[in-house]
């Protein structure tokens, strides 16, 4: 382990992945989700915003806290993009593939719901036309 002298981008990333280590054994005992948010700095300090989220009461069978999380986020906006709680989890096709609808950005306004392929499991950004075209289809 080396000692820091003064902060950089390459030594925040290191950092970073350390502090990821230690809270996710924290929030596996506490049943919550914490997320360490954007890192701002100067040579001499550096300052990280870290969030938690209690998921435990919201929480359905063999639902990871993660996914607690996106779906609370989800049903708290869901109603201003003129979409219900009851859409996540609902599959949509977009062009020739086929997503699961996992998320939702609102500070995104031209893609703001989030959607993984069920042919390759990535995450893609979609726009709320396509989307909804398909669940009102």
């Known amino acids: 382990m080396s000692t820091i002298s003064t902060f950089n981008k390459n030594n925040l990333q290191d950092l970073r992945t350390k502090l990821n280590d230690a809270v996710s054994s924290v929030s596996e005992e506490f049943g919550i989700v914490i997320d360490l948010g954007r890192i ?4 001499e ?5 870290l969030t938690m989220t209690a998921v435990s009461n919201n929480q359905r069978q ?3 806290p993660e996914d607690v999380k996106l779906r609370m986020e989800f049903e708290k906006y869901a109603h201003l993009f003129g979409l219900t ?3 996540f989890g609902r599959h949509v ?10 998320g939702i950005k609102p500070r995104r306004s031209r893609f703001p719901i989030v959607g993984m392929c069920l042919n390759t499991g990535k995450v893609f950004k979609l726009t709320l036309g396509s989307v909804k075209s398909q669940l009102t289809a």
């Open 93 to 102: 096709k977009v062009g020739d593939d086929e997503f699961k609808i996992v």
């Open 40 to 43: 701002n700095y100067s040579p």
């Open 62 to 64: 063999g639902e990871s």
């Open 45 to 49: 300090e550096a300052a990280i915003r």
């Open 85 to 87: 709680p009851a859409d």
